[in-house]
């Protein structure tokens, strides 16, 4: 059974910087396409990042270009995001998803990242 | 980057109602559509992918249909545990955008 569990999320001000954890089980965060999906509260859902397969790039909304830093570690089965430069509008839930170009299969449960002075 | 246009925004249903949602891209996207329904405060599910076909589980009750840049979801004999809010995706390129959602309520 496919498991996402994600976990790293808190309060952090402005400028900030967190690093995001999804803990990946029944399956190989190595050779899968894996994506963050985040969701600001009370709105929509926005792709963050993600691998589109196990040898592609990593791709990156505009809105987080060059602020954050898609990594995975296949040795702990884990996908991270590194958030740098955080800004007041990156407050969302944050949900680590499995799945590419056929959709998003698989969930976490979202971890909530807010971003206050 | 590709923009994905939800209509309506919201509707009312009532048990038993067919229900048809809409999506248009604003550029081609093959057949790279899919659907996702959310329930407030759960991470979204896997409805429909590649325009059509029916993720693993998932009641024959949705259908997804259409083609470029129209695609629609119906649900058809709506039950109490569909409402909740629906969104359609791209992921023909990236970044794989989705519809702003639709709110199913009673």
């Known amino acids: 059974e496919v498991q996402l569990l994600e976990s790293g999320g808190g309060l952090v001000q402005p400028g900030g910087s967190l690093r995001l954890s999804c803990e990946a089980s029944?399956?190989?965060?190595?050779?899968?396409?894996m994506s963050w999906v985040r969701q600001a509260p009370g709105k929509g859902l926005e792709w963050v990042s993600g691998?589109?397969?196990?040898?592609?790039?990593?791709y990156y909304a505009d809105a987080v270009q060059g602020r954050f830093t898609i990594s995975r570690d296949t040795s702990k089965n884990n996908l991270h995001l590194q958030m740098n430069s955080l800004r007041v509008e990156d407050t969302a839930v944050y949900f680590c998803?499995?799945?590419?170009?056929?959709?998003?299969?698989?969930w976490g449960q979202g971890t909530l990242v807010t971003v206050a002075s | 980057d590709i923009q994905m246009t939800q209509s309506p925004s919201s509707l009312s249903a009532s048990v038993g109602d067919r229900v048809t949602i809409t999506c248009r891209a604003s550029?081609?996207?093959?057949?790279?559509l899919n659907w996702y329904q959310q329930k407030p405060g759960k991470a979204p599910k896997l409805l429909i992918y590649?325009?059509?076909s029916l993720q693993s589980g998932v009641p024959s009750r949705f259908r997804g249909s259409g083609s470029g840049p129209d695609f629609s979801l119906t649900i058809n004999s709506l039950q109490p545990e569909d409402f909740a809010t629906y969104y359609c995706?791209?992921?023909?390129?990236?970044?794989?955008?989705f519809g702003q959602g639709t709110k199913v309520e009673i």
């Open positions: 998803a499995k799945g590419g170009g056929g959709g998003f299969a698989s």
């Open positions: 029944g399956f190989s965060v190595g050779s899968s396409a």
């Open positions: 691998f589109t397969t196990s040898t592609a790039g990593t």
């Open positions: 550029q081609s996207i093959a057949s790279y």
């Open positions: 590649a325009v059509s």
């Open positions: 995706q791209q992921s023909y390129s990236t970044p794989w955008t």
